[in-house]
């Protein structure tokens, strides 16, 4: 009987129309690559995650499809019945080399990582300590544990140390970031949260998402950034951004931690195993990205590249280093300023997204550039054109 609640859902949609919040996906024609083509028109991507640009890279490419001949399609398995692979355990070490711990356990996505991961190692006598930007998969991990739920503000020391006071009397204690804030590109201060962490006697989760594979000398993220990596207790993340940018996501963690994910994890254990074709190909990227720097090198030299001359031409960026530039439309007007001008740059053939609230504050909408090292220098000149020429039209 679905009765009254069409009408009920319809009324939800009408309000999410109303707000400006609908969210329509565009088509893709062609492979994620930093040039793709929609059905109406082609276009520079500025939105994508492909940081390293090996969404579409040849060897990764040719990993996959040696892989689909020799380990199959799919899995059609849990892992601890019968969906392991040689390849996922040779996955699972890779993750654990490239970021230097212990041991590493696969999801289906980074999503499902940070669905698994609290449950399994709090309980009701514990407390977990939480960034308040943290991404929506930390959020509703935490939610599905019995722990003791504390906030603190963004990347605000202050506020974290009086949330670690407040709950001494805790078994474990927990302090969960981020490790790159994705709709500022600031990254979390991890040097001074593990600081914390000794000082009261906390474990440190780092979800490194946007950070995985280009952020740090060696692409191993936040942790080498800052030069914690000893003293990051477990770190999640996702093998569908910089890495490939298919789909999997993993706890990197102590030995004991990941052997009892292993046997607890309800995202592990109840859900089918990375198809072969995406380990394989992951196992490439991740090659790909620890041998060579190359790609970040390209990307740090986009980046910089793009805050110069967008800051020539006037425009107002958040600081910072990262691939993820937000730039940003202050005041009353600037949601509908953002999103005009983004709608005018895909005119000019270059796709870029504008945010405002409540996905950030209000007074704070943007337009949020992501570089990847698959654009040329011509490819981020051509984006600030786009950028100049949309103003200039929008006013
Ligand atoms: C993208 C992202 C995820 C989700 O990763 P998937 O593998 O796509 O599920 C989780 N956490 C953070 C911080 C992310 O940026």
Redesign the pocket.
């Known amino acids: 009987m679905y009765g009254s609640v069409k009408d009920e859902i319809g009324t939800t949609l009408q309000e999410i129309r109303d707000a400006g919040l609908f969210k329509d996906e565009r088509r893709l024609t062609s492979p994620q690559s930093a040039h793709i083509t929609t059905a109406k028109a082609d276009a520079l991507n500025f939105c994508a995650n492909n940081y390293l640009g090996l969404a579409d890279n040849p060897d990764v490419k040719a990993a996959a499809a040696a892989a689909l001949d020799d380990w199959g399609f799919g899995m059609a398995s849990v892992r601890f019945i019968c969906g392991t692979q040689e390849l996922h355990k040779q996955l699972e070490s890779a993750i654990s080399d490239f970021l230097g711990t212990d041991d590493t356990i696969l999801y289906s996505?980074?999503?499902d990582a940070?669905g698994g991961v609290f449950e399994v190692l709090l309980g009701a006598d514990d407390v977990v300590i939480s960034d308040e930007l943290n991404?929506a998969?930390l959020i509703d991990g935490i939610r599905l544990c019995k722990a003791r739920r504390l906030r603190y503000k963004n990347a605000d020391m202050a506020d974290l140390r009086a949330q670690l006071e407040s709950a001494s009397d805790a078994r474990r204690k927990l302090i969960v970031t981020?490790g790159v804030f994705?709709m500022d590109g600031y990254f979390a201060p991890l040097d001074e949260i593990c600081d914390l962490a000794d000082e009261f006697g906390a474990m440190v989760l780092v979800?490194d998402?946007?950070a995985v594979g280009f952020v740090g000398e060696g692409g191993r993220g936040t942790p080498e950034h800052f030069a914690v990596m000893d003293r990051v207790d477990i770190l999640t993340g996702?093998l569908?951004?910089a890495l490939g940018g298919a789909?999997g996501?993993y706890v990197a963690a102590h030995q004991e931690i990941v052997d009892l994910l292993r046997q607890r994890s309800r995202p592990y254990l109840f859900s089918n195993a990375v198809a072969p074709t995406v380990a394989a190909g992951s196992i490439k990227a991740i090659e790909l990205a620890r041998t060579s720097d190359e790609g970040r090198e390209a990307l740090r030299r986009n980046a910089e590249l793009f805050r110069t001359l967008m800051t020539e031409a006037g425009f107002e960026l958040l600081p910072g280093t990262h691939a993820i530039i937000p730039v940003m439309f202050a005041g009353e007007d600037g949601a509908r300023k953002a999103a005009a001008i983004a709608d005018a740059m895909l005119e000019h053939g270059v796709y870029v997204i504008a945010f405002s609230f409540p996905v950030v504050p209000v007074g704070k909408a943007r337009i949020r550039v992501q570089m990847s090292a698959a654009h040329s220098e011509d490819d981020v000149r051509r984006c600030v054109e786009a950028f100049t020429a949309a103003r200039a039209q929008v006013g």
Do not use: A, E, Q, V
């Open positions: 996505s980074c999503f940070n991404h998969s981020d994705s979800d998402s946007h996702t569908g951004k789909s996501g």
